[in-house]
């Protein structure tokens, strides 16, 4: 099939930890080269961020990015982008009107309208990848969406062809907001595991990234830069771990993040014990990922949360926010803590990091896992059977037990 997926400000070519790329850009590029691998024709239309960039460039076999001129070709923050989605929309439809998808699938709530701005009479799936009314709950003045997103969301919800969610707490959000739960199917994001895979530490990434010998411990982070994913709660646990190195990958130069991490770091006296690397080649993170004794990730709300999926596939254990896709895939397979809890969070990071054989067994569990559930080949065939029903006209309802 000829399907059209729509990622509006999260292009799956752009590099990773910046303030907008992140879960979403690897989910979009990795579902569109596995679904590609299943026979099927793919194009994902994201919007232009540079005046270089050709209209079209070919991301892998059977996946091609199509990169649309709908306001400037600059970067620009994805809360600003309401303004330009009608052309967006526009665009598709031209795009739509030369070849028709036979479905379109839409990543993010401005992708969704305009997709359903542009589809007619093609089927339209959505995945909200994160959802306003959670956003709204947890960043209450901070939250800088648009006033419209959350009833915009419930619109779009109520009038795609089907819902996919990514793990159970998001099919709750979503019935409060009365999307029908007939059209809501789950399907979890998904991890490379050929990549992402048990091995050995490399003693030249190990080099590369952390400070002389191991002592006490060595933490990853590894988030993109903004306050909701918790990054100053691992700092401040860190006063609580004598000892222990923790390198936070992710954002870029000029971010307020950074720089806020980085005082909040100086503060705590911690500037000898805490890196802040920036942004990470995407071929970089697994072999990043296999050089730390645990991978930390504790946002605050988290519509799914891959970093905590790819720790498991490579065999590292995992300690993370008791929230949203983090009730799915760590827990019974990795820790749980209280989000913005820096207390709990240091007992869980000394307690992994003070038992070799706990490391071990959380390593070796959670890596049985990510390979039982979380395979990308996996992922795509179970997105595919949402597809081929829109297209038939029939919704069957895929429950959370694949998550």
Not at 194 to 213: H, L
């Amino acid at each position: 099939m000829r399907i059209a997926m729509i990622s509006e400000h999260a292009d799956p070519l752009a590099a990773i930890g910046g303030v907008d790329a992140g879960g979403q850009n690897v989910h979009v590029a990795a579902l569109s080269s596995a679904l590609a691998a299943r026979g099927h024709t793919v194009v994902v239309h994201t919007r232009r961020t540079s005046p270089g960039q050709p209209e079209q460039a070919p991301m892998g076999p059977g996946v091609t990015v199509d990169y649309i001129p709908a306001g400037p070709a600059a970067p620009v923050p994805k809360d600003g982008l309401v303004p330009y989605m009608p052309d967006f929309a526009r665009i598709l439809r031209e795009r739509w009107r030369r070849e028709r998808p036979d479905v379109v699938h839409a990543h993010f709530w401005m992708s969704g309208q305009a997709a359903l701005a542009a589809a007619r009479d093609v089927p339209v799936v959505l995945t909200y990848h994160a959802l306003g009314t959670v956003k709204r709950r947890w960043q209450g003045a901070a939250d800088t969406s648009p006033p419209h997103r959350v009833g915009t969301e419930r619109t779009i919800g109520r009038r795609a062809d089907a819902i996919v969610a990514t793990c159970g707490d998001e099919v709750r959000e979503l019935a409060a907001m009365g999307v029908p739960p007939e059209r809501v199917s789950v399907v979890p994001c998904g991890v490379d595991l050929d990549r992402f895979r048990p091995a050995p530490p490399d003693p030249v990434q190990v080099s590369r990234w952390w400070y002389g010998p191991r002592t006490g411990g060595r933490i990853l982070c590894l988030a993109r830069l903004v306050p909701r994913k918790g990054v100053d709660t691992v700092i401040q646990a860190l006063r609580r771990l004598p000892g222990a190195q923790l390198l936070v990958a992710g954002g870029d130069p000029g971010d307020g993040e950074l720089a806020r991490l980085r005082a909040l770091t100086a503060m705590h006296g911690l500037a000898g014990r805490v890196r802040l690397v920036g942004s990470v080649a995407r071929p970089d993170v697994p072999a990043l990922m296999r050089s730390a004794d645990v991978v930390v990730t504790v946002p605050w709300y988290e519509p799914f949360g891959i970093v905590a999926i790819e720790a498991m596939a490579c065999g590292v254990p995992v300690v993370a926010s008791a929230v949203g896709g983090h009730l799915d895939t760590v827990a019974g397979w990795g820790v749980l803590v209280p989000p913005r809890r820096p207390r709990a969070l240091a007992r869980a990071l000394g307690e992994l990091l003070d038992s070799p054989e706990r490391r071990e067994e959380l390593g070796q569990a959670g890596a049985r896992r990510a390979r039982r559930r979380y395979g990308w080949a996996r992922v795509a065939e179970r997105t595919e059977a949402v597809y081929t029903q829109v297209i038939s006209g029939r919704t069957v309802r895929l429950e959370a037990s694949g998550c």
